[in-house]
């Protein structure tokens, strides 16, 4: 009997070291996934600044990666660790800023332009256009204004001298730093799509490897179908520049608008965005109006509406719906979401959003749909 007790007692406390061992391991496993989330938590507080050009570098190293395989096959291979990522991202600089370094000498050109115009009037003052005073409603109070600023010798002098000086110089910090922020953002992402260059194969297969042992060989067709995304995104912009700047061109050329190359390759780069290069249409439709070319503005209009229609409308749901198997609908929803939410960087990340959503869903109703077969056998 006082063996049997004793042997029971032995296993009591053998439980009881074991709940121990197991409660203190728990601890153990809590404490260290409480210490990595909070340092996970803290890095991604410090990164907070750089999110934007990471994740402009992460696009641009993705979209054009083919083609910088292709670039490092064809240079010697002890060039690969330095030298050929260095080469192949100032082409890609030049390839991205030599666009927007045109179009923004191009609208420089214009605006001193036309601030000759503004230093005319301030001297001797520009008769009002007639079609000003026909617009509806509005066109007796924008005939005035412009009488009392444009019309008047001295006016824009004296409009000048009764704005609000404070407000003038504000407005002047809010665009240096506007531009000291983008020039950071520019700077960095060069710098991080260098190094992504360089050592992108490396990080590809640890996020593939990581992917897989998250969640299989679905982690695997995901992160495809978001390369995919992102590729037909960033080829689907691009195309709709180049197809619409063309078009334009020649329409402007046909309606005679002065410099129509130009003003052709600008929207053409507006039109990468929504909404914008509707606004220059209008733009210039109003400025061949001013002049009395009526027609001219006409054919701007409705020939300029129907090359944008086309280029949203057919080509770039053609070349992102197939990749990202999105309706239009659904591409434009998340261009425009991702626009409202990220700014420019949303126009490729909601795209790529609502692929990898759709994805999801069709698997998880596939998954579903088996499910409900398999019990309907049974």
């Known amino acids: 009997m006082d063996e049997q007790q004793i042997a029971m007692g032995d296993d009591v ?62 240079l010697p291979a002890k060039w690969a660790p330095i030298a050929t990522p260095a080469l192949f991202t100032a082409l890609m600089v030049l390839l ?47 005939a005035d204004q412009w009488n009392a600023i444009l019309g008047t010798p001295n006016g824009v002098a004296l409009w000048l001298q009764s704005a609000d000086r404070a407000s003038l110089v504000q407005s002047a910090q809010l665009l240096g730093r506007f531009v000291a922020h983008h020039l950071f953002v520019a700077a960095f992402t060069v710098l991080t799509l260098f190094f992504l260059y360089r050592g992108g194969e490396a990080l590809a297969g640890n996020i593939q490897r990581i992917a897989q042992q998250k969640l299989g060989k679905r982690g695997e067709s995901y992160i495809d179908l978001g390369i995919g995304a992102v590729r037909a995104t960033v080829n689907g912009m691009l195309v709709v520049g180049l197809f619409d700047g063309a078009l334009l061109g020649i ?38 109006l001013s002049q009395g070319a009526g027609v001219a503005a006409l054919v701007v209009l409705i020939g300029g509406s129907a090359v944008l229609f086309a280029g949203e409308q057919l080509v770039r749901p053609l070349l992102i719906g197939g990749s990202t198997k999105l309706s239009f609908l659904w591409v434009l929803m998340g261009s425009l979401g991702g626009l409202e939410g990220f700014g420019l960087l949303g126009l490729f990340v909601g795209p790529v959003v609502l692929a990898l959503a759709a994805a999801i869903l069709r698997e998880w109703a596939s998954v579903r749909a088996r499910g409900e077969v398999v019990q309907g056998v049974t």
Do not use: D
Request: proline fraction near 6%.
């Open 251 to 288: 329409i402007y050329a046909v309606s005679a608008v002065p410099s129509p190359g130009t003003l052709g390759a600008i929207t053409g780069l507006l039109a990468m965005f929504p909404i914008l290069p509707t606004v220059a249409i209008a733009c210039i439709a109003l400025v061949l």
């Open 96 to 142: 991205v800023l030599g666009p927007m370094t045109f179009a923004f000498i191009a609208l420089m050109t214009q605006a001193q332009a036309r601030a000759r115009q503004v230093v005319l009037a301030n001297k001797e003052g520009l008769a009002t256009p007639a079609w000003l005073q026909a617009v509806p409603i509005i066109g007796a109070w924008l």
């Open 13 to 74: 406390t053998l439980e009881a070291r074991q709940r121990s061992q197991a409660w203190t391991l728990k601890l153990k496993w809590g404490a260290g996934w409480i210490l990595s989330a909070l340092i996970l938590l803290m890095s991604l507080w410090l990164l907070r600044s750089f999110a934007a050009p990471l994740t402009w570098a992460a696009i641009l190293a993705v979209a054009s990666w083919p083609t910088y395989r292709g670039f490092v096959n064809r």
